[in-house]
């Protein structure tokens, strides 16, 4: 791409032959984000491509009047701007935005990172966050392989019953074949033949218990080894780099809206020498402003370009005619108008005759300028490569002759510049009237000075805690306390609020306007919205879950109603299958008038329990044959034909078939027909059945559209939310959008599916299951499984589409590019956005951990999405993104603090899990084992309440999870206490790191990220304020 790119825009100001490329027009018109100026370094970590544009004038209460200005403005306003596309430059521009390495070769500056880097090597490129995340992975991606290795026991025990039951696919599926629910089934299988359960088996089972909670125990110890190696990664990062917020603070509030520099550096000149004060000042009108004028300079570049696009095609050409007859001039345009293109028109024939027709007919001078005009038009429709790229939006592709017409073209330039005019005048205006301050950073020349300062702030906290105490008591306030400089009162009345600095590259200027103090009111407001998104998305898949509940009720294991069957044997009542003939034919007949009756799932609820007939119909069998033991049943074959008779007449009321009293055979007869029917493809007589599978799957493909779609917009309206709560940092943005990403995630692929299976007290609500059992393993488990495994590939290709689509679209549209400023946009990367990463590693690690106790695959899925995970993270990272901003440690805290929640609920779910009631296990006096005691010999399955938590801890299985449970709150407790006190005991005794002078540091370009919170230094800002224009004035 970068060769025959960088061929075709090597192009000589004045070739005839080639057509300027014009820039993006009209509403597909792509504005660059940063000045085209290629000697400014630019590091727009912030950035981001497609999700939340932070581009997006955001909305600053109240609308305005627009400002006037009292005295002249000191810049003129640009005429020309356009500027042809260079490839080269925007190539050096994408260098420096990607992490790289200086070199020593004048021709190769920088050159790539190494995919292998080391984390040693990574502490002196990127900040602690993206250190620590690399190393996080590493270690989790240890921990999965280990627990998927140790899961083979699981598996063993899980592969010997499937072996012994050999349960029918039906019964029990693929992915269900490895969970607990092979066990159970064993269980099950095992009592109700009248067999015992050994004690063997149930220890076998219980060493699976134990083991998994060993290997939780095991990742319980290591997330407190990541707590402390978190502190560790940042104090080495600290150590191998050099950044400005070793020597900064920053005044969040209580500042004066007039305040000047000197004060404030008067102020903190006493804890040392300041170096540089910067006002953060609210800068969200003028933004809107210059953006707004950013959008007219492209505008205006393209009216440039389609100017010099008309005058081609119009023979408006500048030649040099001072010796050439008035026959060679017109020979001499014509042929520097179609040097490049006749080669290619030359190919096509048919379209040369009719090209040059419209071409000749828009050089005739004869004729007006608008009938030229059209013609140039026509042409240019005619090869739209001629008119500058078939790529062309809005006007610049438009066949509207206005556009072709350099008078009409003219007067758009002209009305352009008054334009611009105007609103370079209002952003003066705003200049001159100056900027309200609402927060300020102070960086200190010694690092000592900082360190003293943020001592300072804690004494004076201190000192106020200790006078509110003894206002409580009735002491005056001041009593005992010795007298002190307060660097937290600023010239006698106003009271600061002080703390160290973020990163320059961590502010969100866009957001300063925006008050700190209704920040939980925006979040508030967010947070509703999202759950409002959320609710509405349940209840829509809720919906399509229950209209198929209105359908005929289906079974999904057939062999519980042939002949053996413990209710129902549909052979003896409709023989459908019967090798003779005329027996299946006048079963066909019999079964119809029940079927037709319709009752659907919801009618038939009180006899189907997870999804078994669960009616006694063996009451009724052989009824059509005389010989039926239930009472009223017809005895003779006179009977028998009188009750065809009345239920088979056309037009009927329905009698009520076998079962006067309850829909029992008309349910019946829907199951022993789909059953028939799923095994045969016979059009006439399963047509009712086929129409309903029609559309209980289309009702299930609309359930998965609107998950799917559901998915699609919680990544985007997490982001969109999070840039709406308008925080000052990046790093809080960035939390923003990572717990509501986990949140959403959670709900709609665990949460949600959970929910559709579950038994609940709801009129028609779908779920059928009050307890684990195996069949709720073969629907919910069979579900997640899936869900993991999808994600486990999914989830890291997603992080990597925006690499794919960017460099996709670098390939096929740079040779259509139209100005330099286009083609910077263009060849800008992705930006690398930990929030979506660890939204993502939040979601698939809880999901993993909260059901892996009787799912063990789901470990074997996680693995597979860390390793994915590192593999493309580095590629991204160290070849195609953007250098990423200066990322705290306060995800991955956010991670590390979710962790030993996943665990309790782990714990918590496997007493449901490991104690349902067939699951081999030992019990304790008044605990009781199996649903089938009674063997052959008991109709009816014995089960637990659903809510019974008790009966399940009377289990050993149950009680072992609810015992590590509570000692894993317990040590939860105990150490968030410890962390707390060693954080609130190392805030205390902040210590310096030994940096040089900032000037020093400065000059030998030791700083990490940007060496100034000025504005104007900041690159992801450069395009709004450039250094030396008059917007930027005193920024």
Known sequence: TRHWGAAMFRRKSQDGGTLPPPPAAGGGLTIDVEDVNPETPETPGHRRTGSGSWLSPGKSGKKRPKRKLTTPRKGEVKQNLYEPPNLEKALARMRRLQPHEETDDPEKPTKKLSLWMKEEEMQGKFSEGIVFWFKLMRDHLLMFFIFTILSFWAFNQMRVSNEEANPSYERLGALGRVTLAAIMIWSEDTQRKGETVSNTDKDATFGIIVLDALMMFALLFVTGYHHMKKEQVKEEVDDATISLDDYSVVVESGLPSDVTEERIRAHFEKFGEVHEVVLGKDLLEVMN?????????????????????????????????????????????????????????????????????????????????????????????????????????????????????????????????????????????????????????????????????????????????????????????????????????????????????????????????????????????????????????????????????????????????????????????????????????????DIMPFVKQEKSASNCEDFLEYDQFIGNMTKYANWYDGTSVVAGAPTTAAEVTAFRAGIETAGAAWTGGFDKATHMDECAAQICYSCYCKKHTEDDFCKEYNDNVAERTLILIGAICVSATANLIIKELAIRLSFFERPHSTTARELGIAEKMTVALMVNMCLLPLLMTTQLAIPSWPGKFDDTSSGWYNDFGNTLVQIALINSISFPFTLLSPVIIWRMLVYFLTPSVKSQRQLNELWTPPPFLLSERYGQMNAAFLYTIIFSSGMPLLYVGHFVKIALDIVIDRIMLFRACVQPPRYTGKLAAQFLYIVPIGIILHFLFAVYMCGERDLPSRTLPTGVFGKWAGGPNQAVAERDDQFDFSARLKRVNGLFPFVCAMVTAGLVFIATIVLQVRKRKKKGQMEAEGCPPLSEAKAKKLITDLTSYRITDNPVYQHLFPPGEEVSEGL
């Not at 030229?372 to 790529?391: I, L, M, T, Y």
């Not at 509405?536 to 879950?545: D, E, Q, R, Y």
């Open 289 to 589: 402003l210059r953006k707004r004028l950013i959008a007219l300079e492209a505008n205006h570049e393209m009216l440039e370009w389609m100017l010099k696009r008309a005058n081609k095609l119009l023979g408006i050409v500048e030649i040099d005619t001072s010796n050439m007859t008035q026959e060679e001039i017109v020979v001499a345009r014509w042929k520097k108008l179609t040097r490049k293109v006749k080669k290619e028109i030359d190919k096509r024939e048919g379209r040369v005759d009719v090209f040059f027709a419209a071409l000749e007919k828009a050089r005739d001078d004869s004729l007006s300028i608008e009938d030229r005009a059209a013609a140039a038009a026509d042409a240019a429709s005619k090869n739209p490569r001629f008119a500058g790229g078939k790529d062309n939006a809005g006007a610049a592709a438009s066949k509207d002759p206005s556009n072709y017409n350099p008078a009409v073209i003219k007067q758009k330039i002209e009305q352009s510049l008054k334009d611009r005019e105007e609103l370079e005048d209002e952003i003066a205006a705003c200049v001159e009237e100056g900027y309200p301050v609402v927060t300020a950073w102070v960086a200190f020349e010694e690092e000592d000075g900082c360190v003293e300062c943020v001592k300072a702030v804690r004494a004076s906290k201190k000192r106020e805690r200790k006078i509110k105490a003894k206002k409580l008591v009735g002491l005056e306030e001041t009593d005992g306390l010795p007298g002190e400089y307060d660097v937290r009162t600023f010239e006698g009345e106003n009271k600061l609020e002080i703390s160290t600095a973020p990163p320059p590259s961590d502010i969100l200027w866009e957001n300063l306007h925006y008050s700190m103090d209704t920040f939980w009111k925006r979040e508030l407001r967010s947070n509703v919205i999202m759950w409002g998104f959320l609710i509405i998305n349940v209840f829509a898949i809720a919906g399509a879950k229950i209209t198929s509940v209105t359908l005929p009720p289906v079974i999904p294991v057939c062999d519980d109603v042939d002949n053996g069957g413990s209710f129902l044997q549909c052979p003896k009542l409709w023989n459908l299958d019967s090798d003779t003939a005329a027996v299946a034919s006048q079963a066909r007949i």
